[in-house]
């Protein structure tokens, strides 16, 4: 059940941090503790069960090290968005965006 | 693992999909631009053709356990890739003028294979990696307008997905975690019916927001709206259509296999409560856009009201089958709607995007006022149409039931379409009985994406009206066909679950 624990809190901060910051970059960085805490809880869960875990070769571990794959492609992705909108607005801050709307 | 050969080739839509993104991807760095989408839109069609083929000609199976192929599966796979074909050919100006078209194409191209392994795969976690894929392929496409609208509006849409993603991922790790350790859909299913342990309802009600969010449904629309207005148009035809089929096609897999029947108090509630915010919401605030695309982005959240309420209806082959004729109505309309945007925007070097800036535009041409036109009635899901079949069968399976509540969320959906044409209606003002001269002043300031660099001439709209026009004949011939075929025969096209 700790792994429930500490997942769970992992999560939460993450999502704590995107709700708050207001740096573009800060909430990247949150919504990685996010994406974090969910792999945690899926690797963890499957430790605690001990039981055939998928289809898919490799079992649920191979799932996170994917799911570490997939946020690090995301983050590359949401860097270079984030850095072509710091550059258009001459602001990184979400609350200064506010061109877009109605 | 080995797949035996018979079931290797019902993934060639599939597969097709991706390789056409990588060869299209190494054409492209050769700096070949023209070359890398013409062969991304042959490699597309090709495998969507050959998937309609599989559909007619398979009945449904699994393939390897993780795959659903054959039936409707194929029939849809086929569709969403024809679909992301159209939008190439159509945006073949703005994809091999633009420095960054080639990449477009490619992006596209990934966006098409995703959407058929979202909508035919049986197992979480394949799932987790398509929506991811897709994902990341729309935050590239929206930024690539490369104004500082569509970056903000990537940026917006980056914040949201990835919060989306990551309630998805925990929705399905407590899925995964409660239900036996399984990740296929249909071991989560029989172990759901062992009884639901109480942690399912937050893996439920994670799963649900997530894909609300995927679908563009109220209140988790907001990047919607804003990343259709700001994308390039012809981007924004397969934001708008594909990845919308496929999440419609994944949430009858996971809610109708993993969540199962056993649930049947609690999720039609969720639904219909995001159908009727979608539908009042996404209807009230089109009403007052003057902008054509962003328009078209909130109509989009009102459709996905639409969808929503055949999702809350009890599920039968029936009504999934309407549910998915409705959703692939609209993604060809929509397509044919934001298509019509490119082709303005390369026969208007000017257009600024907004519907008084259409105004004249369908008598100086009116083939693309023509399909403009259908796509705009079959969006508000006039007779003759392919939306009609949709909504007459959603709604029809709606009205008849017991629940009062679902009989109250159809008559919504109705009034919610009748008021939809209200903005519908003035795309086809602007486009017919307005003239140009009526136009204000600030309708043609400079577009965003730039005049393209060759002078346009009276031809340099074709493609994008051509294709266009396509979606308006297969807009029509949809509509027209039950009338000779029968509903069943259109309906049996479409049958997954089967």
């Known amino acids: 059940m700790n792994i429930v624990v500490v997942a769970t809190a992992l999560f939460s901060v993450g999502l704590y941090g995107v709700l708050t910051r207001r740096d573009l970059i800060a909430v990247l960085a949150s919504v990685e503790v996010m994406l974090g805490g969910a792999s945690v809880l899926l690797v963890g869960l499957a430790r605690t069960i001990d039981m055939p875990a998928t289809q898919l070769p490799g079992g649920v571990e191979s799932v996170g090290v994917l799911i570490v794959v997939l946020a690090a492609a995301e983050a590359a992705v949401a860097l270079a968005v984030v ?3 710091a550059r258009a607005l001459s602001t990184s801050r979400v609350d200064e965006m506010t061109e877009v709307g109605g | 693992m080995s797949i035996p050969r018979e079931d290797l080739i019902m993934l060639v839509p599939l597969m097709s999909a991706f390789a056409t993104a990588v060869v299209a991807l190494v054409v492209d760095a050769f700096g070949k631009r023209k070359a890398s989408v013409g062969l991304a839109i042959v490699g597309l069609a090709a495998g969507g053709a050959y998937g309609i083929v599989l559909g007619v000609r398979e009945d449904p199976r699994l393939v390897a356990d993780l795959f659903a192929s054959g039936g409707g599966y194929s029939a849809i796979s086929g569709y969403m890739l024809l679909l992301g074909a159209l939008a190439l050919l159509g945006g073949w100006n703005w994809f091999t003028a633009s420095p960054l078209g080639g990449g477009a194409a490619v992006l596209i191209a990934f966006v098409c294979g995703a959407s058929v392994g979202l909508a035919t795969s049986l197992d979480l976690f394949i799932m987790i990696i398509c929506l991811e894929a897709l994902a990341i392929c729309g935050y590239a496409l929206t930024s690539q307008a490369r104004s500082a609208r569509s970056a903000e509006a990537a940026v917006k849409y980056v914040i949201q997905g990835s919060v ?5 991922l925990l929705g399905f790790a407590i899925l995964y975690g409660v239900y036996v350790a399984r990740t296929g859909l249909y071991d989560t299913g029989v172990a759901r019916g062992a009884g639901a342990p109480e942690p399912a309802l937050a893996a439920l009600g994670l799963i649900v927001g997530a894909f609300a969010y995927k679908l563009g449904a109220f209140p988790f629309h907001s990047w919607a709206p804003d990343a259709f207005e700001t994308a390039p148009p012809a981007s924004a035809a397969v934001m708008s259509s594909v990845p919308k089929i496929a999440a419609v096609v994944a949430s009858i897999l996971v809610f109708g296999i993993a969540f199962g029947a056993a649930d049947t108090g609690r999720l039609p509630v969720l639904w219909m409560v995001l159908a009727a915010g979608s539908i009042i919401f996404g209807n009230l605030v089109a009403l007052k856009q003057t902008s054509y695309t962003r328009m078209l982005g909130y109509s989009g959240v009102a459709q996905i009201g639409y969808v929503l309420v055949g999702l809350a209806a009890p599920s039968a082959a029936w009504t999934t089958s309407a549910l998915l004729v409705l959703v692939c109505a609209y993604g060809l309309a929509a397509a044919c709607a934001f298509l019509g945007a490119e082709a303005a925007r390369v026969a208007r070097p000017g257009w600024d995007r907004s519907i008084a800036g259409l105004a004249g535009l369908g008598r100086e041409r009116p083939v693309l006022g023509l399909s403009m036109a259908v796509a705009m009635f079959s969006l508000t899901g006039m007779p003759l149409t392919a939306g009609f079949w949709g909504k007459f069968g959603v709604f029809g399976a709606a009205l008849v039931d017991d629940s009062h509540w679902l009989v109250g969320i159809a ?25 140009p001269e009526d136009a204000p002043e600030d309708a043609l300031v400079a577009d965003e994406l730039g005049a393209d660099s060759e002078e346009p001439s009276r031809f340099s709209a074709m493609p994008a009206i051509l294709a266009s026009a396509l979606a308006a004949v297969a807009i029509l011939a949809v509509g027209i066909a039950p009338a000779f075929r029968g509903l069943e025969w259109l309906y049996e096209l479409l049958n997954v679950l089967g």
Do not use: E, H
Not at chain 2, 415 to 432: E, I, N, R
């Open chain 2, 411 to 435: 008559v919504l959906g109705i009034v919610g379409s009748v008021v939809s044409f209200g903005y519908y209606g003035g795309v086809l003002k602007a486009l017919f009985f307005d003239s």
């Open chain 2, 164 to 168: 989306a993603t990551g309630l998805l």
């Open chain 1, 83 to 85: 850095i072509a909108a």
